[in-house]
T-cell receptor
């Protein structure tokens, strides 16, 4: 089944404790992206990757890191999480980086709480 | 600055009561206007992409239309299973991101 998977689905952590949220897709997609979704603010892009070893900042990259060493994986790293990073996170992928042409497939989401 | 605004924020309909959701956009060079459906606790699910003013696309009870300033998602004779949040997003010439609106939460009651 074609899908985007994220792990963990739920995470409660404390301020400053490094964490990684994994994202994997099995569709051989070039483009991958991370979003956060907050009440009243909608979906905002954190980082995106057009292909292996090519990443760039989205609208809200502060406090996050990403890497794209393999085509299928795009982990999101929070080196020192803070309470304002409590949010619902979505990973998405599409066949090519031409965002307007290829629909994005979203993962199921990771609900992160930082205390 | 690119902006996407959706209205209303929430809409409650009786089953069979048709209505429209609005998405107004201000972007520098629209390359694509997207509609997604999001169920509670799930990721957004792609519905439509529209590229140019006058374009229309349909899927079951949903029809999306596009003008130079806004897009509408028309829901004809909705059913309770159409209850969800509907997200609109625009892709412009300014980068590789989708600029999402805040969504319209639709509730269809029997």
């Amino acid at each position: 089944e074609a899908q985007v998977t994220q792990n963990p689905r739920y995470l409660i952590t404390v301020t400053g404790k490094k964490l990684t949220v994994t994202c994997s897709q099995n569709m051989n997609h070039e483009y991958m992206s991370w979003y956060r979704q907050d009440p009243g603010l909608g979906l905002r892009q954190i980082y995106y990757s057009m292909n292996v070893e090519v990443t760039d900042k989205g609208d809200v990259p502060e406090g996050y890191k990403v890497s794209r060493k393999e085509k299928r994986n795009f982990p999101l790293i929070l080196e020192s999480p803070s309470p304002n990073q409590t949010s619902l996170y979505f990973c998405a992928s599409s066949l090519r980086y031409q965002v307007a042409t290829y629909e994005q497939y979203f993962g199921p989401g990771t609900r992160l709480t930082v205390t | 600055e690119d902006q996407v605004t959706q209205s209303p924020e929430a809409l409650r309909l009786q089953e069979g009561e048709s209505s429209s959701l609005n998405c107004s956009y201000t972007v520098s060079g629209l390359r694509g206007l997207f509609w997604y459906r999001q169920d509670p606790g799930k990721g957004p699910e792609f519905l439509f992409t529209l590229y140019s003013a006058g374009e229309e696309k349909e899927k079951e009870r949903l029809k999306a239309t596009l003008t130079k300033k806004e897009s509408f998602l028309h829901i004809t004779a909705p059913k309770p299973e159409d209850s969800a949040t509907y997200l609109c997003a625009a892709h412009s010439n300014s980068g590789y991101a989708l600029n999402f609106g805040k969504g319209t939460s639709l509730l269809v009651t029997p």
